[in-house]
């Protein structure tokens, strides 16, 4: 039977009984509290019970201070026959949902009773200590669970350019109790010319870490240096995930190091930097530098001395700003929002009423408090001119996207629609599973782009999953299920059943989840260089394209009349056909979802998709056949790979499927274990 956590009312005289009697077995732990002390929290809303059917399993007694805003947890009792069934963890979790507007809850526990693996497991991070009142003297560590509300010093704004975190043997070094080289070079980033530069910043592991210093003078001193640095408090759940991936990855490229004690809280000093959103960790421990391909792989941290933060400031901030290639070679420029350049952008993008001029610009300004850890973003015009803007941060698994703006502009539907592509690109590139858009004025024509991409209305804005997931259904929509599930929210239930209109659905809204056992045909397109140039910018075009065309999610190929098994909803290859001297060919640079299949004299298809494509009205008259009909494949979305799969790989891959590869002449079916193993190729990691 599952655990129920309910309240306890002072009525409740036969369950305050038993919950007296559970308190009693353990007074050795808890000390003896009289049971008029138990009534007592009961009546303040103090006590909760967790029952296993009508058994009492556990209980939390804790008071709400009227002078703060903490939970003070007294008493945590779980009785012994039934720990490890998650009953500690289900009375926590009461206590966050019952009084989720306080900051945190806080406990005390003798250092001596070796429970700091518990605390620490149900997410609590060491903060302090004290002396206890007994005879002995004996060590209180205090624990903290941080409720996730914003402080003074959360809001504490930072002219740093760059932030980062520091693990236990720099931060040791900074206080002065380390070697005197350890010392001498981690004081470098206190150097007075990085003042303006460097940000030092510390997450929970490093309060674990100060915990576990021996001495008792040592750790009050290294704690007295903890409000020197920036504070971080990643959310709990996704640094465990994170760190469980980092884990997996590092048990495969290094099978004989074991994973657990200080190898573990090495690594999770990249995850919970990751989920801080930070990219660079310094470190002096050469186990920890050891990882750091690992790092950047998986959560995308740059693991680093002091000497290189030093020496490569400024690289080091480059790896920290999201700045996006050209927009499909156009000429389109993204560039970081300037301090104080809030108020040129007032008269591109007030959008309502509460949001106009000063109240823009401050709102604007207020979120470069944080230093790196927002992005603020502008998208410029080949005049110059503002025509989009956006204002990213991460959150554990989540990209948070304070500001989502167009600017009145004839290409305005269009750059709403690249933008929320380019957002989802980001979020992959990132770890992130969903995206969350809280901006209360969003333009009419960005809520209508969210709309038609996948994102889902509330009364906090538009969410939208990310399902990083190419394998069946059932995978994909597991995986969105445990998303949504950790959003409050819910996931369509798909099998290998459903129709391919469903399931090209699911791809888009679960973008990029591609469901490889369902209906969905995929086929293989060979493109000549030239066009491929010209669609994709693939290889790169000397000159800007055209900004309609390369902004556009939709893009037009054109062939022969002649059908050979093409139908839509379907998945399309891109490969590129050996061109002449000098260029790139013999490879799949990509895919994309084919939309529709148009039949029809050239004339006609090109009045229908002029907008859409690269090829001239005499181009398209020549890819008609003897019928004096051309055929037309409207597609979106393409995906160009991170690594290109070449003709050598397609033969080996298919050969490894027991499949026979010949390099397309024409569009061809391909199976889908074959376009499975082609994308995961595309997207494997160099």
């Known amino acids: 039977m599952a655990i129920r956590v309910l309240p306890v009312s002072a009525e409740q005289s036969e369950l305050l009984d038993l919950i007296v009697a559970l308190g009693d077995r353990y007074t050795k732990y808890l000390g003896l509290l009289t049971p008029p002390a138990y009534r007592k929290h009961a009546e303040d809303d103090g006590l909760l019970v967790a029952m296993d059917g009508k058994e009492v399993v556990g209980y939390a007694l804790f008071g709400l201070p009227k002078r703060s805003l903490h939970v003070r947890l007294a008493h945590l009792c779980v009785a012994e026959e039934h720990r490890g069934k998650g009953v500690a963890r289900e009375l926590i979790e009461a206590i966050r949902a019952r009084h989720a507007h306080r900051l945190g809850i806080r406990a005390k526990c003798r250092r001596d009773y070796g429970l700091s693996s518990m605390w620490t497991a149900l997410g609590f991070v060491p903060r302090g200590e004290s002396l206890g009142r007994g005879k002995d003297q004996e060590t209180l560590d205090t624990w903290w669970l941080d409720l996730g509300h914003e402080d003074l010093f959360t809001e504490a704004q930072s002219d740093a350019l760059l932030v980062v975190t520091v693990d236990h043997g720099v931060f040791a070094g900074l ?24 940000e030092l910043a510390f997450t929970p592991q490093l309060l674990h870490d100060v915990r576990d210093v021996e001495e008792r003078e040592a750790r009050t001193h290294q704690r007295a240096g903890l409000a020197e640095l920036r504070s971080l408090s990643p959310d709990s759940a996704a640094v465990t995930i994170r760190l469980e991936e980092l884990v997996a990855a590092a048990g495969k490229e290094m099978p004989g190091v074991p994973l657990h004690g200080r190898q573990r809280a090495r690594l999770r000093y990249v995850a919970e930097t990751s989920c801080a959103g930070l990219q660079v960790l310094v470190t002096r421990d050469p186990a920890l530098a050891a990882l750091a391909d690992i790092a950047l792989d998986i959560a995308g941290v740059k693991v680093v001395s002091p000497a290189v933060v030093t020496l490569h400031v400024d690289e080091l901030r480059q790896a920290q700003v999201y700045r996006p290639a050209d927009l499909m070679g156009t000429t389109f420029s ?35 408090d944080d230093g790196v850890l927002w992005r603020r973003e502008l998208l410029r015009d080949g005049e110059g001119h503002p025509v989009a803007l956006y204002v990213w941060a991460m959150d554990g698994r989540t990209l948070n996207v304070a500001f989502l703006r167009t600017a009145s502009h004839w290409l305005e539907e269009s750059l709403a629609r690249q933008l929320l592509f380019m957002l989802k690109r980001l979020g992959r590139e990132r770890g992130a599973q969903a995206i969350r858009i809280t901006d209360p004025f969003l333009s009419s024509a960005a809520m209508s782009a969210a709309g038609a991409d996948g994102f889902t209305e509330d009364e906090s804005g538009f969410t939208v999953l990310l399902v990083d997931v190419c394998g069946s259904a059932v995978a994909a929509s597991r995986k969105a299920a445990e998303i949504a599930g950790r959003m409050r929210r819910s996931a369509p239930r798909l099998d290998e059943r459903v129709s391919p209109e469903v399931a090209s659905m699911a791809e888009r809204v679960w973008w990029p989840a591609k469901l490889i056992d369902t209906a969905l045909p995929s086929f293989i397109a060979p493109i000549k260089p030239r066009w491929s140039t010209e669609l994709f910018d693939f290889p790169a075009m000397l000159v800007p394209r055209d900004d309609v065309l390369g902004i556009s999610r939709e893009h037009v190929y054109y062939r022969s009349s002649g059908r050979r098994g093409e139908r839509v909803p379907a998945r399309i290859l891109w490969y590129v056909s050996e061109g002449a001297s000098g260029q790139q060919g013999k490879m799949v640079i990509g895919c994309s979802r084919l939309d529709e299949v148009v039949i029809d004299g050239p004339d006609t298809l090109f009045s229908r998709f002029e907008h859409l494509g690269v090829y001239g009205h005499a181009e398209v008259r020549d890819a008609a056949d003897a019928s004096g009909k051309a055929m037309a494949l409207r597609f979106s979305d393409t995906e160009i790979f991170p690594v290109q799969v070449t003709h050598a790989r397609m033969t080996a891959l298919a050969k490894r499927l027991g499949l026979r590869w010949v390099p397309p002449m024409q569009l061809s079916k391909v199976s889908s274990t074959l376009f499975q193993a082609v994308y995961e190729e595309g997207h494997r990691k160099t």
Request: charged share 35%; proline share 2%; no cysteine.
């Open 175 to 198: 206080r002065g109790t380390e070697t005197e080289r350890a010392v001498e070079e981690s004081r470098a980033l206190e150097a007075g010319w990085l003042a303006d530069l460097i």
């Open 334 to 368: 993204a560039e970081e929002i300037a301090p104080d350049g809030e108020g040129e952008l007032v008269g591109f993008f007030e959008q309502a009423e509460g949001d106009r001029g000063t109240s823009f610009a401050e709102r604007l300004k207020s979120l470069a």
